[in-house]
């Protein structure tokens, strides 16, 4: 079955980085598109960044310009580099894959999802 494993969170200070990566396992990976989304308390699950099986990419507005998301397909891995981190990043991380998803920001089209991880910016 589809697994996904999220890994690289922790806190950083503001104008910090951090670079989240995603193990995908139980698909063909190059075929799906893959997606971040974040999670802040109290708030609803929002999409940052999308890539699909073409290496088209999506970005929300609060992130353009400072995350960057990538895969390499032969160690089924996706990636989210996140530079000039604000403390209004704050939330649980979670990688994301569906096949055709027709909004790649909207947390309702994707059907797999990893467990997430916490990334935390002080200011």
């Known amino acids: 079955q589809v697994q996904l494993v999220e890994s690289g969170g922790g806190s950083v200070q503001s104008g910090g980085s951090l670079r989240l990566s995603c193990a995908a396992s139980?698909?063909?990976?190059?075929?799906?598109?893959m997606g971040w989304f974040r999670q802040a308390p109290g708030k609803e699950r929002e999409g940052v960044a999308a890539?699909?099986?073409?290496?088209?990419?999506t970005y929300s507005d609060s992130v353009k310009g400072r995350f960057t998301i990538s895969q390499d397909d032969a160690k089924n891995t996706l990636y989210l580099q996140m530079n000039s981190l604000k403390p209004e990043d704050t939330a649980m991380y979670y990688c994301?894959?569906?096949?055709?998803?027709?909004?790649?920001?909207?947390?309702?089209?994707?059907?797999?999802w990893g467990q997430g991880t916490q990334v935390t910016v002080s200011s």
């Open positions: 890539i699909d099986s073409v290496g088209t990419t």
């Open positions: 994301a894959a569906d096949l055709n998803p027709v909004f790649p920001l909207a947390a309702g089209e994707y059907n797999y």
């Open positions: 139980g698909y063909t990976y190059s075929t799906y598109c």
